[in-house]
């Protein structure tokens, strides 16, 4: 069961970078305001409570939805450094 719980948190984990990385480089390219340093911080911060109440399904916890939190955030930071480097596909 334990394989399990950690299998669902990578997943949550690598698939919120993911997802942040790609909406920040393909939709808010020409969005000034994603550029600010507090943008990640408020992207995982949000990330985390929108998830948060998934936590109630018996096979998510809320380490689950924190690292979701924090993979979005820095797949943010992710996608605006890529930005910044002139890489956005």
Do not use: C, Q
């Amino acid at each position: 069961m334990n394989l399990i719980y950690l299998a669902v948190t990578a997943v949550a984990t690598i698939a919120g970078f993911v997802i942040a990385r790609d909406f920040v480089r393909r939709r808010l390219r020409f969005v000034d305001a994603v550029r600010s340093p507090a943008t990640p911080w408020i992207v995982g911060l949000g990330a985390a409570l929108v998830a948060w109440p998934v936590a109630l399904l018996p096979i998510v916890t809320t380490a689950t939805t924190t690292l979701f939190g924090i993979g979005a955030g820095l797949g943010t930071a992710s996608g605006v450094k890529a930005l910044r480097s002139g890489d956005s596909r």
